[in-house]
T-cell receptor, first 113, second 111 residues
């Protein structure tokens, strides 16, 4: 039982390049999240998906797109990376009843140069 | 901005001392959760509080949810080196299932 799996763990991009961060969970959870973590800023919500096929913007969605094609997977895409997107990205999932704990992936450390 | 504010941002504690971290929201929360992130790790769930005025304990950790369900606190007694890490609170508004995190309190311990 892997829980929440994120790939890749580390990535270096040049400004303007694109990439997709992958996230998959095997707990049959409805809700999935993408957060970014920056020093002193805590975890800021980028996008949220309450169920397969639905997505909502969080606090900091600009520069990102997401896709929830099935219940297991929730991907985050950077179309044109900027240095301001250098961060640690966490994917999380939870049952979705509004009162369940969130499980986090190991994180992706992204550097944009 | 973040709907949940957390203070202090940093807490430097002598081993054996107690400390408290606070979480405040401008809106009523349906529930609040606390997570711990060890250095280099990912956040891990500690506890959830749902009821107004609720108090829960986990060994040396005491969690409280305010009467108005707008604030919460985490109190750690007799701090140990294993308590090092960042503690986050995370809340949900009553009409929104999204989980919003505070900025966290990063705890360091002096032996």
């Amino acid at each position: 039982n892997a829980g929440v799996t994120q790939t890749p763990k580390f990535q270096v991009l040049k400004t303007g390049q694109s990439m997709t961060l992958q996230c998959a969970q095997d707990m049959n959870h409805n809700s999935m999240y993408w957060y970014r973590q920056d020093p002193g800023m805590g975890l800021r919500l980028i996008y949220y998906s309450a169920s397969e096929g639905t997505t909502d913007k969080g606090e900091v969605p600009n520069g990102y797109n997401v896709s929830r094609l099935n219940k297991r997977e929730f991907s985050l895409r950077l179309e044109s990376a900027a240095p301001s997107q250098t961060s640690v990205y966490f994917c999380a999932s939870e049952g979705g009843a509004g009162n369940t704990e969130a499980f986090f992936g190991q994180g992706t450390r992204l550097t944009v140069v | 901005g973040q709907q949940v504010m957390q203070i202090p941002q940093y807490q430097h504690v002598q081993e054996g001392e107690d400390f408290t971290t606070y979480c405040n929201s401008s809106t009523t929360l349906s529930n609040i959760q606390w997570y711990k992130q060890r250095p280099g790790g990912h956040p891990v769930f500690l506890i959830q509080l749902v009821k107004s005025g609720e108090v829960k304990k986990q060994k040396r950790l005491t969690f409280q949810f305010g009467e108005a369900k707008k604030n919460s606190s985490l109190h750690i007694t007799a701090t140990q080196t294993t308590d090092v890490g960042t503690y986050f609170c995370a809340g949900r508004k009553s009409n929104d299932y999204k989980l919003s995190f505070g900025a966290g309190t990063t705890v360091t311990v002096r032996a």
